[in-house]
Nanobody
Framework: QVQLIESGGGLVQAGGSLRLSCAAS????????MGWFRQAAGKEREFVAV????????NYADSVKGRFTISRDNAKNTVYLQMNSLKPEDTAVYYC???????????????????WGKGTLVTVSS
């Protein structure tokens, strides 16, 4: 069983930055593709970013391209989401997710992931 613990959420003004972290345990980290999703109040959970097992390839939702960067440190069993130029519409609970297997990039649908963290709240004020 994989455990995922997110951290780094908080309140930030529009235009500001935050870095989310997700620490994984219970599995060899390099055997997992890692993704970030978010869910705003009253909305469905949506894809934000994904990174393949080796960290060389990434994919982003159009709404965050050029502002967010996903990265991973396999030695530290941690995946990160650097969020810059934040907008009020980025306000949501952000979830880390893991998918067993070897993927060049990784899946983008929530139902394709095997493990989930409990989420961390990001609030962007205008």
């Amino acid at each position: 069983q994989v455990q995922l613990i997110e951290s780094g959420g908080g309140l930030v003004q529009a235009g500001g930055s935050l870095r989310l972290s997700c620490a994984a345990s219970g599995r060899t980290f390099s055997s997992l593709a890692m993704g970030w999703f978010r869910q705003a109040a009253g909305k469905e959970r949506e894809f934000v970013a994904v990174i393949g097992n080796g960290g060389a390839r990434t994919n982003y939702a159009d709404s965050v391209k050029g502002r967010f960067t996903i990265s991973r440190d396999n030695a530290k069993n941690t995946v990160y989401l650097q969020m810059n130029s934040l907008k009020p519409e980025d306000t949501a609970v952000y979830y880390c997710a893991a998918k067993d297997g070897i993927f060049y990039i990784g899946p983008t649908r929530p139902d394709q992931y095997d493990y989930w963290g409990k989420g961390t709240l990001v609030t962007v004020s205008s």
